[in-house]
């Protein structure tokens, strides 16, 4: 029972991968890679010649058997790492995917601590005052007041 448990998986999972194989299309592979004539756009949104050169390449490759990784090594080689729209995960390159996340993190951090900076030290103040309308000068001010207003009747 185990055995023919185990072959039928394995039956699935060669049928599966085979389908994936065959599904692989242009459009899988023309948004990962920039146009060579210097547009800076990617293969799928460019409608020059070198675009269509591109997309007729990747064809060929894919009606060969290549696999998307494969194929994306293939122009790697041929054109260097500037084709590819976004960076490997990599090397150095892995810093341009974790820098952006760090700037934000630091620049949130930054934002906290100015602020809290300057709302602390007014809440301190606050609390730190006498109450304006008990001290000694103000009493003697409403008693002058008074005074002068029954001057007045």
């Known amino acids: 029972m185990k055995r023919t448990a ?5 039956i699935l999972l060669v049928f599966f991968g085979i389908s994936q194989a ?3 299309k242009v459009a899988d592979l023309d948004d990962e890679l920039i146009c060579q004539c210097g547009c800076t756009m990617v293969v799928g949104n460019c409608s020059c010649g070198t675009a269509d050169q591109m997309r007729a390449a ?3 490759k894919i009606n060969t058997g ?3 990784g494969q194929i994306l090594s293939y ?6 790492e500037r084709i590819l729209a976004a960076p490997t995960k990599k090397g150095f390159n892995l810093m341009a995917w974790i ?3 760090l700037a934000v993190g630091g620049g ?12 602390i030290p007014a809440r301190r103040r606050e609390e730190e005052e006498p109450d304006s309308t008990s001290s000694p000068s103000v009493d003697r001010y409403k008693k002058r007041l008074e005074r002068e ?5």
Do not use: C, H, N, R
């Not at 185990?6 to 394995?10: C, M, R, S, Y």
């Not at 122009?75 to 260097?80: H, N, R």
């Not at 949130?108 to 709302?119: D, E, F, N, P, R």
């Open 6 to 10: 185990f072959i039928g998986a394995a």
């Open 58 to 60: 990747i064809l060929e």
């Open 149 to 153: 207003l029954k001057d007045l009747d």
């Open 99 to 101: 820098i952006p996340f």
């Open 22 to 24: 065959a599904t692989l």
């Open 75 to 80: 122009f790697v080689s041929q054109y260097g």
């Open 108 to 119: 949130g951090v930054v934002v906290y601590v100015l602020l809290s900076g300057w709302v």
């Open 66 to 68: 290549m696999s998307k």
